[in-house]
């Protein structure tokens, strides 16, 4: 779609997906900087987090899974499982606040996405099936192919500036106070499990069932998320009840 950056001051092209990767970790940092500035015993942990979870990232994506899998097409597990052992690392050795923190990185983390995913929009990978739907685009037109696809990537953008929307709503009148994370999980597991049926070839079927290992992960997701959040709704309603 539009895979190279050009600078004409220096004849140069560079990888658009790079630039934008790059411009989304540092929205994460800005975001979760901002959103604990009143905190500031939580922000001054940002800079050795965002770093910690950037090595996760690369290492989860390009290593850990191709030693797994032998190619990179399943990556999406490995970094936040290294992402979560980092940060629960982090936060027993340094002794923080577990669930503040995870309230801003909740936040953080679909302002970052927004862009990650503009990433893969502009690189013209990550791309849907084909279709005639009047939403489809050609997203490799560039390269001489005019088949249609669901541009999938600008639908996980649109749903990722959504839930960047009403978690910050959220957080910024203090409602769901450390159940935000727990919220994000369930949201994305959802569309994230929906977003499966249009993506372009098909992901690794979970033992050769109609579930992908990416569905599955979600479905996981999404059950921890909803047992959390009612329990801790029991738990909230005897605390009123016996007050």
């Not at 905190?39 to 994506?61: E, F, K, N, S, Y």
């Not at 921890?224 to 016996?242: E, P, Q, V, W």
Request: net charge positive; glycine share 10%.
């Amino acid at each position: 779609m539009w895979p190279g950056l050009y600078l004409p001051l220096v004849d140069l092209t560079i990888s658009s997906y790079h630039v934008l990767h790059v411009v989304a970790w540092f929205a994460f940092y800005y975001a979760g900087t901002t959103l604990t500035r009143s905190q500031p015993d939580l922000r001054r942990h940002w800079v050795w987090l965002v770093i910690g979870w950037a090595m996760c990232d690369t290492v989860g994506a390009r290593v850990a899974f191709r030693w797994v899998n032998g190619g990179h097409s399943n990556g999406y597990f490995a970094a936040p499982l290294l992402a979560a052992l980092f940060t629960g690392a982090y936060v027993v050795i340094r002794q923080i606040r577990a669930y503040p923190l995870l309230d801003a990185w909740a936040v953080a983390f679909s302002v970052a996405h927004v862009f990650e995913k503009a990433a893969c929009l502009a690189a013209g990978c990550c791309f849907g099936q084909a279709t005639t739907s009047p939403l489809g685009v050609a997203l490799h037109l560039a390269y001489g192919d005019p088949t249609r696809v669901h541009p999938l990537p600008l639908y996980e953008m649109t749903l990722h500036l959504l839930t960047a929307l009403g978690l910050g709503w959220l957080y910024a009148r203090g409602f769901c106070r450390g159940r935000l994370v727990i919220i994000l999980g369930l949201v994305f597991g959802v569309w994230r499990a929906m977003a499966e049926l249009v993506r372009g070839g098909r992901g690794t079927s979970f033992l050769d069932g109609p579930f992908t290992w990416t569905q599955v992960a979600c479905f996981l997701a999404i059950t921890f998320s909803l047992s959390y959040l009612l329990a801790r709704r029991g738990r909230d309603s005897a605390a009123g009840t016996s007050a």
